[in-house]
C-alpha cells in the first residue's frame, strides 16, 4: 500500500489544522486505518483508529486527543483525515496514516508545529 499525508503547517496554540492522508494500492474500503504520531524516542504512538470492512464507522481516539481531534475516511475518495482543534504545542510532532496489509505501512509524514 502506498499513504501520503498532507496539511501539516505551522500553527499556533488553540488553533485548528487537517490533514488528509491520501491511500493507493489496496482495497482500501476492506481496511481499518490509523493515524499515529511520533513520539520522543523515535517510536510512534497510536493517536486514532477508524475502522475498515466490518468495522467500518468504529472509531478510536487515544486519551491524549479524545474531544479535540476527529477522524474520519472517505472510500469514495481513497483518502482519511484528521481534524485538529484546539492544537497545543504537545501536539507538535510528525503525524503518519498507517494501515496494516501483512506489516504495517506508513507514508513519509506531514510535520505539525504548535507555536506561540
Known amino acids: 500500500g502506498q499513504l501520503v499525508e498532507s496539511g501539516g503547517g505551522l500553527v499556533q496554540p488553540g488553533d485548528s489544522l487537517n490533514l488528509s492522508c491520501s491511500a493507493s494500492g489496496f482495497p482500501f474500503s476492506s481496511y481499518t486505518m490509523m493515524w499515529d504520531r511520533q513520539v520522543p524516542g523515535g517510536k510512534r504512538e497510536l493517536i486514532a483508529h477508524i475502522g475498515g470492512g466490518s468495522n467500518t464507522g468504529r472509531i478510536v481516539y487515544a486519551d491524549a486527543v479524545k474531544g479535540r481531534f476527529t477522524a474520519s475516511r472517505n472510500n469514495a475518495k481513497n483518502m482519511v483525515f484528521l481534524q485538529m482543534n484546539g492544537v497545543k504545542i504537545e501536539d507538535t510532532t510528525v503525524y503518519y496514516c498507517?494501515?496494516?496489509?501483512?506489516?504495517?505501512?506508513w507514508g513519509k509524514g506531514t510535520q505539525v508545529t504548535v507555536s506561540s
Open positions: 498507517r494501515v496494516y496489509i501483512q506489516r504495517d505501512y
